[in-house]
């Protein structure tokens, strides 16, 4: 059952749309993650779901009731900002009983009740009596947490909420975030830049670029069948190679390219010839960048091997590489769309 | 040019030099100008010196007792803590109503912005001298409106007479005297409190939009706890500003009807200036001191507070 729909929506500020057209369902209980570059609408789009900005466009509707026109308040929505947005001058209780306050439909037992509940599933108990400012960024990313849940909410909107975290706090709160949304079941949309955090989380990602949802489906399904060259290429790191070739753009994941070894397997793979100049050991695998027989000099492909694989790679000499042909992409030239295989 | 010395070549690049030379200018200058007076105030306040007799005889507190027998004292010093705190009030409330209309954005924003702070840029005496002729008791344009409006004149409700007499009549004199107060501080609590609603993070303010806090409660339980530090600096300063006033009360009504409106920096230029007394003016205008000083130590330690917490 979808919980929040959103059609046809947009968003202009004065000429320039942030939101152009965009056609959501988010169903009950999923943990949507929307991503994209800085700047392709990804914020504005969870700011129209929590009604803090109003369309220009389209339509919201939170738990089959038409919310475009109500405030935030009237919403059932619940939002994280990117700064945790906590009130320095109250404590983390008077924090996390703020929006249950603001309802003014509980006693003041009820509150401490829930407020305790709350904390207590997030392991916060022992910090209520502080101040914002006497916490570390990972205790306050879970007050303000606590604060969005507590008020039980239909959808949970998390703005960029682990960026603020230091790289190996950000594993374990992204971890902690998703065994909480599961155990408590909470529909959740998740706003981040980074296709780690997506890949990791989501139940769904939603691509986004320049106000549009370029492609939405499993993490599985937007890395393997990317829908267009952009996808293809935001996604993974480093993203897909893309090969020009006349009328349509060949794509293949660097992990897929691999040195051949003479043998041949029965679905056939694209054998290339690849002249590394540079390699980068990060560890766990080696990155190759060079170019490849038949495509522009300007085209860098690169190879990601796993660092196990004892290289037998010479730089500054052609090397034959290959892919098989079921990790082959094929792009319409023209609107970066995918289309059918092709002969290559 | 280079300094032959080398010694003496770098000497305004070490900061245990640098900063107490820049600093003496400011020093010297409230040294000479409030330090000096200062002490020499409190010397006159303990002797029997006159304009006549300036050769300092010490007398003791003897200044003290006689100016705290006098009804000018006590009605002065009503006067001054009361218009103080009235005028204090109105500010405060005006103020902050101001800055939140000037948050939003409408047409004409920046003539209601320039309009606002003209009296602040207008010296205090001619603004007041506009408000003599505005009240004035032949001549008010407020008394011609009311009359207009019908609400003053035979057989109105604010009585028989086509004149409000508002510098005539003891508690419109003191509301008078109020009024310009708060019209001349007005537009700097509206600055600073401006500049304290638009420093609060908007993240706080969607928050508690996202949070369901009506207007009133974001007003009461986020923005003004927010800016609740810079608010006191407000206070402090229209507090420091209205009770050590001298030039709105001397130009409005010089403390009249009688005494009704007098506060005590007036009738110490009386007493002392006028009136040739100078030991007894240094003794009433030393009474503002210590209520000056405990106030600005205790805004200055409120906001303090508030800041860590």
Known sequence: MAIVEISGLKKEFGEVPAVNGVDLSIRQGELLVILGPSGCGKTTLMRLIAGLEQPTEGQISIAGQDVTDRPPRAREVAMVFQSYALYPHMTVFKNIAFPLKAQGRFTKGEIEEKVRWAAGVLGIEKLLDRKPRQLSGGERQRVALCRAMVKEPSVLLLDEPLSNLDAKLRASARDELQRFQRRLGITTIFVTHDQIEAMGLGDRIAVMLAGQVRQIGTPEQIYHNSGDTFVATFLGSPGMNLLDRGDYTLGFRPEHFHPSRGQRDTNGEAEFSYRVSRVENLGADTLLYGTVDGASEETTVIARIPSTMNLPVEIGASNHFMVQSEHLRFFDKRTGKRTDPRPW | ?309
């Open chain 2, 1 to 309: 040019m280079v300094s032959p010395n080398p010694r003496f070549r770098y000497l305004t690049d070490r900061e245990r030099v640098l900063g107490p030379l820049m600093l003496a200018p400011a020093v010297l200058y409230i040294i000479g100008l409030v330090g000096f007076p200062f002490l020499l105030s409190i010397a006159f306040s303990l002797s029997d010196v006159t304009v006549g007799d300036t050769s300092l005889d010490f007398v003791g507190l003897q200044n003290f007792r006689s100016i705290v027998r006098a009804p000018e004292f006590r009605r002065g010093l009503v006067n001054t803590v009361g218009f103080t705190l009235v005028a204090q009030l109105i500010i405060l409330v005006l103020a902050n109503i101001l800055a939140l209309v000037l948050s939003q954005n409408f047409r004409g924003k920046w003539l209601a912005r320039t309009l606002l702070i003209l009296p602040w840029a207008t010296p205090v005496a001619l603004g007041t001298l506009g408000w003599l002729w505005l009240l004035d008791s032949k001549f008010s344009p407020i008394d011609w409106v009311l009359v207009q409006l019908g609400l003053l004149g035979p057989n109105t409700l604010l009585g028989p007479g086509n004149h409000m007499n508002f510098l005539a009549r003891e508690q419109l004199a003191m509301a008078s005297v109020v009024a310009v107060q708060v019209w001349r501080l007005l537009p700097l609590a509206t600055v600073i409190l401006s500049a304290g609603l638009s420093s609060i993070d908007q993240e706080l303010l969607d928050q508690a939009q996202v949070d369901g806090a009506s207007f009133w409660r974001t007003l009461f339980q986020v923005k003004l706890p927010l800016i609740a530090p810079i608010m006191s600096i407000s206070l402090l300063f229209s507090f420091i500003f209205i009770f050590s006033d001298l030039v709105v009360v001397f130009v409005l009504t010089r403390g009249g009807p009688v005494y009704y409106t007098m506060v005590l920096p007036v009738w110490a230029y009386f007493k002392g200036i006028t009136g040739g007394s100078l030991a007894e003016g240094a003794a009433i205008a030393l009474f503002l001191f210590p209520v000056l000083m405990a106030a600005a130590i205790l805004i200055l330690r409120t906001a303090r507070r508030m800041e860590v917490a």
